[in-house]
């Protein structure tokens, strides 16, 4: 299974953007999927996540950033609005065989990854 995301850019604050990622595989509606992103000088951390169809957001981007998926397209979405300069960070969309659990919000718990998709915001 390989992953790549796309969508990355540069936006105003108070912006949208939406990143997608694409799967390599017809097995992606069996997988939990998730975003990370990691911003310069600090450590990868944990977006969003969709499992068995609950989403899960970290409490900086809830109510601001939406996750879906089209299992049709094998692709997953994060949807970002509002944006704030420091949501600026390399985003990662990774997949996680454990599809019905939810509270996963650790990079180890996922087992495939994209390369990233950059994303700065400007104030």
């Known amino acids: 299974v390989q992953l790549q995301a796309f969508g990355g850019g540069l936006v105003q604050a108070g912006g949208s953007l939406r990143l997608s990622c694409a799967a390599s595989?017809?097995?992606?509606?069996?997988?939990?999927m998730g975003w990370f992103r990691q911003a310069p000088g600090k450590e990868r951390e944990f977006v969003a996540r969709?499992?068995?169809?609950?989403?899960t957001y970290a409490d900086s981007v809830k109510g601001r950033f939406t996750i879906s998926r089209d299992n049709a397209k094998n692709t997953v979405y994060l949807q970002m609005n509002s944006l704030k300069p420091e949501d600026t960070a390399v985003y990662y969309c990774?997949?996680?065989?454990?599809?019905?659990?939810?509270?996963?919000?650790?990079?180890?718990?996922?087992?495939?990854w994209g390369q990233g998709t950059l994303v700065t915001v400007s104030s």
């Open positions: 990774a997949a996680d065989s454990y599809y019905f659990a939810t509270l996963r919000d650790r990079e180890y718990q996922y087992e495939i």
């Open positions: 595989t017809r097995t992606f509606s069996t997988y939990a």
């Open positions: 969709w499992s068995g169809g609950s989403t």
